[in-house]
């Protein structure tokens, strides 16, 4: 059997019978005489005939004029794809010329309805310092081409100040506003990255519930001594500087928020497992479940 593209004359004819029919509805639907459509364009009404009958070879040039008088986009009349219908091109105007919280408010609704489609590309690391988010995330985001972000260097870099400064002066409370700021900032500035939060993340619901919401989550976690070697390692000796109840603190703050951890989509484990390997382990969870594909209609 012969392809279409060995018969040029076949597939122009095809082009030019959808034309007809696209122009030919869109000046119905915008309830326009022909004659009005021929003052508009600039096209003789005779020339229109024969372009709705399927019978001219329009230029490009005259196209263009039909179609914004038609108040439709070329690509629109000639695109093999079914055209919008008039409230769906209402609806894009619209949206192109609300302000930015409208355009926000009507992101989210929409893409409430499919959440793999709002999560596609980004991808975050949660779970207690010292389980190798930031080693993990920094290699990850260079070998798929991802940018790499740590939101408690957003913070510092929106407050002008290092992170215990931040907690200092504001406390707590006033850290948790800034995070769920500086969450929502990277979301509306990048579509695709892979992210790593501070391990307190979980505490505050709603953002949790956001970074749930907006973001495919991995846990990183590792065996309790390897969370206390890894952190002194780093040069911080404050979990365990006169403090020898330290270790059971720590099982207690991983037995409260393991619940929480385990919401997340998938899991990594990092205890006695050398930097390559872990990193495999997350290259192979970021493939296999697909968390960079863009969902197709």
């Not at 355009?103 to 499919?114: I, K, P």
């Not at 504001?170 to 790593?196: K, P, S």
């Not at 939060?197 to 001594?225: E, K, M, N």
Request: net charge positive.
């Amino acid at each position: 059997m012969m392809r279409d593209t060995e018969h040029p004359t076949l597939a122009g004819q095809e082009l030019i019978q959808r034309l007809a029919v696209r122009v030919r509805e869109a000046r119905k639907l915008r309830g326009l005489p022909r004659r009005v459509l021929s003052e508009m364009s600039g096209v003789s009404p005779r020339y229109l005939a024969q372009l709705e009958a399927g019978e001219g070879n329009i230029s490009v040039i005259l196209l263009q004029r039909v179609a914004q008088a038609l108040d439709v986009k070329i690509e629109m009349l000639l695109s093999e794809r079914p055209p919008w219908d008039r409230e769906v091109e209402r609806v894009a105007t619209l949206f192109a010329k609300a302000p930015q919280d409208i355009q926000r408010q009507v992101y989210a609704t929409l893409t409430r309805q499919s959440p793999t489609a709002q999560r596609a590309g980004r991808i975050c690391l949660i779970g207690l310092r010292g389980a190798g988010k930031s080693t993990l995330g920094k290699l990850a985001g260079a070998a798929l081409g991802l940018p790499f972000v740590e939101l408690n260097k957003e913070i510092e870099a929106a407050s002008e100040m290092p992170i215990a400064e931040v907690m200092a002066l504001y406390g707590q409370e006033g850290y948790r506003e800034m995070e769920a700021e500086a969450l929502a900032r990277v979301t509306e500035r990048l579509d695709r990255m892979i992210l790593a939060v501070a391990g307190g993340v979980v505490a505050d619901p709603a953002t949790y519930a956001r970074l749930l919401q907006q973001f495919h989550t991995i846990w990183v976690y590792t065996s309790p001594s390897e969370y206390m070697q890894r952190v002194r390692a780093q040069g911080d000796v404050r979990p365990m500087e006169g403090n020898p109840a330290a270790m059971t603190q720590l099982k207690n703050l991983l037995d409260t928020r393991t619940p929480l951890y385990e919401r997340a989509d998938a899991q990594i484990n990092t205890s006695n497992r050398p930097v390559k390997a872990s990193l495999e382990d997350l290259l192979k969870i970021i493939h296999k479940r697909h968390f960079l594909d863009v969902p197709t209609a």
